[in-house]
């Protein structure tokens, strides 16, 4: 089983359109959780941080839910440039700085 | 801004070859680590350092050598390449403790044949 799993996609969703993203982890000693965005054949960024109490950056809206293992992106009024592979990464308890990739889903906003 | 800088951007090899994949950030990140992302698979974590002198083994290392001599440098050499490691590499570099904020070179895309 993987440690950290996404729905592969593709997402074909039209512009304007919400659109949300699900992540699951399998290790309870999960400590931190971000979501990276990759546009077709570049490196990964950080798109943001997800909080138990739930982060909005503009558009996008994280939230983390512990006692399931579960994270999610939520991406209102989806625009063509929001199109990219969106990353789920972990980071584990004493880890350090290890990311934990999952394998991404892919966005693909159309007109 | 700089940034991460890796280099090549394209490499072909045959197998059996070696070569170095270069890496330098001027961020004074203390943390540099190598990924390497196939299809259908995460990045997974190759080697990684905390500091100048100081490296370790990440997930898949076999096949792969990295040196720390300096805090901006963090060459990933492959030692005798095989098709197995077709694949992109990706250096990344983050302060420690702030594994989330983690940045990425533009990638090498390397094809061994």
């Known amino acids: 089983r993987k440690e950290v799993e996404q729905d592969p996609g593709p997402f074909n969703v039209p512009e304007g359109a919400t659109v949300a993203f699900n992540c699951t982890y399998s290790?309870?000693?999960?400590?931190?959780f971000f979501w990276y965005r990759q546009d077709c054949r570049k490196e990964p960024k950080l798109l943001m941080s997800?909080?138990?109490s739930g982060n909005e950056d503009g558009r996008f809206t994280a939230q983390l839910n512990r006692a399931s293992q579960y994270i999610s992106l939520l991406i209102r009024d989806s625009k063509l440039s929001d199109s990219a592979t969106y990353l789920c990464?972990?980071?584990?308890?004493?880890?350090?700085?290890?990311?934990?990739f999952g394998t991404g889903t892919q966005l693909k906003v159309e007109l | 801004n700089a940034g991460v800088t890796q280099t090549p951007k394209f490499q072909v090899l045959k197998t059996g070859q070696s070569m170095t994949l270069q890496c330098a950030q001027d961020?004074?990140?203390?943390?540099m680590s190598w990924y390497r992302q196939d299809p259908g698979m995460g990045l997974r974590l190759i080697h990684y350092?905390?500091?100048?002198?100081?490296?370790d083994q990440g997930e898949v290392p076999n096949g792969y050598n990295v040196s720390r001599s300096t805090t901006e440098d963090f060459p990933l050499r492959l030692l005798s390449a095989a098709p197995s490691q077709t694949s992109v590499y990706f250096c990344?570099?983050?302060?420690?403790?702030?594994?989330?904020?983690?940045?990425f070179g533009q990638g090498t895309r390397l094809t061994v044949v």
């Open positions: 290790n309870s000693a999960s400590q931190s």
């Open positions: 961020m004074n990140h203390e943390y």
């Open positions: 997800v909080y138990s």
């Open positions: 990344a570099s983050s302060y420690l403790g702030q594994g989330g904020k983690t940045f």
């Open positions: 990464v972990v980071t584990l308890t004493g880890g350090g700085n290890k990311l934990t």
């Open positions: 350092s905390v500091g100048a002198g100081i490296t």
